[in-house]
């Protein structure tokens, strides 16, 4: 079984203990690092180039922001969690501008951890079912991504692709699931996006979250 390398990296002692627990208990997770301030965790994933950085955003040295800057910048393979209390669309839109793949409440950690590092690690987007509706850009919502009737335009089965990537889904994964290649997941993601004025996976999770797709996490 291949093994998801992952970081951590949270100011709080006691809250890094936890989140180290929850995931020693997944057999499909290894922690190769940890850190207590940005700049450290900046070094952790440097040296250890996790699959997966677990961050807090308010962290001393650098910030969760500044930080997921930087690793998109020298280590784009590395795909970034954000783990905070924080619940304000401030903090989760530039967390996903900045290249953060993935934004998690402390609280929903018990239930969601492990599988929003799923998510992620095979190349989908999470965002916590708490936030999701905050995580509407307002240029999402200018640009008429929320009109009545625009879900009309797409076929039943583009639709459902396009459903299966904002939970989080990656190609290869909804093509067995549907029973399909994945070129023919491809296509059909770009047709969909084309028709709906989607750009990129933050804006499909946006979507999905408008129209209610990612509350359908909560019962998986």
């Given at each position: 079984?291949?093994q998801i390398?992952?970081?951590?990296?949270?100011?709080?002692?006691?809250?890094?203990?936890g989140?180290k627990?929850?995931?020693?208990?997944?057999?499909?997770?290894a922690?190769?690092?940890?850190?207590?301030?940005?700049?450290?965790?900046?070094?952790?994933?440097?040296?250890?180039?996790?699959?997966?950085?677990?961050?807090?955003?308010s962290?001393?040295?650098?910030n969760?922001?500044?930080?997921?800057?930087?690793?998109?910048?020298?280590?784009?393979q590395?795909?970034l969690?954000?783990?905070?209390?924080?619940?304000?669309r401030?903090?989760?839109?530039?967390?996903l501008?900045?290249?953060?793949?993935?934004?998690?409440?402390k609280?929903s950690?018990?239930e969601?951890?492990?599988?929003?590092i799923?998510?992620i690690?095979?190349?989908?987007?999470?965002?916590d079912?708490?936030?999701?509706?905050?995580?509407?850009?307002?240029?999402?919502?200018?640009?008429g991504?929320?009109?009545?009737?625009?879900?009309?335009?797409?076929?039943?089965r583009?639709?459902?692709?396009?459903?299966?990537?904002?939970?989080?889904y990656?190609n290869?994964?909804?093509?067995?699931?549907?029973?399909?290649s994945?070129?023919?997941?491809?296509?059909?993601?770009?047709?969909?996006?084309?028709?709906?004025?989607?750009?990129?996976r933050?804006?499909?999770?946006?979507y999905?979250?408008?129209?209610?797709w990612?509350?359908?996490?909560?019962s998986?």
């Amino acid at each position: 079984m291949h093994q998801i390398r992952v970081a951590l990296a949270d100011d709080h002692p006691v809250v890094l203990a936890g989140v180290k627990a929850l995931l020693q208990e997944a057999p499909e997770i290894a922690l190769v690092g940890e850190a207590t301030s940005g700049q450290a965790a900046l070094d952790v994933i440097r040296a250890e180039t996790p699959d997966v950085a677990v961050i807090d955003i308010s962290m001393p040295d650098l910030n969760g922001i500044d930080l997921a800057r930087r690793v998109a910048t020298s280590h784009p393979q590395v795909k970034l969690l954000a783990l905070t209390v924080h619940e304000d669309r401030a903090y989760v839109q530039p967390l996903l501008q900045a290249g953060a793949k993935g934004y998690l409440l402390k609280r929903s950690a018990a239930e969601d951890l492990v599988r929003a590092i799923r998510a992620i690690a095979a190349g989908g987007v999470y965002l916590d079912p708490a936030i999701a509706d905050r995580a509407l850009s307002d240029a999402a919502r200018g640009a008429g991504l929320l009109q009545s009737g625009a879900e009309d335009a797409l076929s039943q089965r583009e639709s459902e692709v396009l459903r299966l990537t904002a939970q989080g889904y990656s190609n290869k994964e909804i093509a067995a699931r549907l029973n399909v290649s994945i070129k023919t997941i491809e296509t059909y993601k770009a047709r969909a996006s084309e028709k709906l004025g989607l750009r990129t996976r933050a804006d499909i999770v946006r979507y999905g979250a408008s129209h209610g797709w990612l509350a359908d996490l909560e019962s998986q």
